[in-house]
């Protein structure tokens, strides 16, 4: 499975942005996708997941209520919606991909994109 992000940039706070990921390969094999991001000397960390089987989605606390991840099964595309945002969202951000159930840690995951910067200024 490749995973092809796309759709960060800079922004200013309270600004909106939406992320794209676009998975190729043996797609019939994903289960969940996700998003991830990591910020400059920080862990990577869970934003957000969906079950590709039947669409349910998980969030981490820091992005409840503010993102939004989708999917549209037909493209095998996964989308994160990211309203009111804020400068401690900057960090790149990843897609990724497993063949089992949701699950928040990085390590559960076997396929990653490449990344895409997010930015946002104060």
């Known amino acids: 499975v490749q995973l092809v992000e796309s759709g960060g940039g800079l922004v200013q706070a309270g600004d909106s942005l939406r992320l794209s990921c676009a998975a190729s390969?043996?797609?019939?094999?994903?289960?969940?996708m996700a998003w991830f991001r990591q910020a400059p000397g920080k862990e990577r960390e869970f934003v957000a997941a969906?079950?590709?089987?039947?669409?349910?989605?998980y969030y981490a606390d820091s992005v409840k209520g503010r993102f939004t991840i989708s999917g549209d099964n037909a493209r095998n595309t996964v989308y994160l919606q990211m309203n009111s945002l804020k400068p401690e969202d900057t960090a790149v951000y990843y897609c990724?991909?497993?063949?089992?159930?949701?699950?928040?840690?990085?390590?559960?995951?076997?396929?990653w994109g490449q990344g895409t910067q997010v930015t946002v200024s104060s």
């Open positions: 969906i079950s590709w089987r039947d669409g349910n989605t």
């Open positions: 990724a991909a497993d063949s089992t159930i949701i699950a928040t840690s990085p390590g559960e995951y076997d396929y």
């Open positions: 390969g043996r797609t019939f094999s994903i289960y969940t």
